[in-house]
Nanobody
Framework: HVQLVESGGGSVQAGESLRLSCVAS?????????MAWFRQAPGQEREGVAS???????KYADFVKGRFTVSRDNANNTVNLMMNSLKPEDTAMYYC?????????????WGQGTQVTVS
């Protein structure tokens, strides 16, 4: 069983920053997984935010390009999401996910989420 635990959410003013972290534990290590962040606002569908594959290549949704940065620390089985210039539209529950294929095709593990509120 692989567990993903997010942290770093909170309430901030528009224009401020937050850094989210996701730590993987259990069987295996996250350095062999694609890691990603998703978010979901109330009444909305879950949407992809950013991902980072096993080679460190990143991909971002258009609505966060230039503002968010995803990174990974393989030694600590951790993926981070640095969120700058936050907007009220970024308010959502943010979820960490991992894909065993390593290249972000199908996500097998999910965290419980961390709330981000921007006002």
């Amino acid at each position: 069983h692989v567990q993903l635990v997010e942290s770093g959410g909170g309430s901030v003013q528009a224009g401020e920053s937050l850094r989210l972290s996701c730590v993987a534990s259990g069987y295996g290590t996250s350095n062999s997984y694609c890691m990603a962040w998703f978010r979901q606002a109330p009444g909305q569908e879950r949407e992809g935010v950013a991902s980072i594959d096993i080679d460190g290549r990143t991909k971002y949704a258009d609505f966060v390009k230039g503002r968010f940065t995803v990174s990974r620390d393989n030694a600590n089985n951790t993926v981070n999401l640095m969120m700058n210039s936050l907007k009220p539209e970024d308010t959502a529950m943010y979820y960490c996910a991992a894909a065993r294929d390593g290249f972000c095709f199908r996500y097998d593990y999910w965290g419980q989420g961390t709330q981000v509120t921007v006002s």
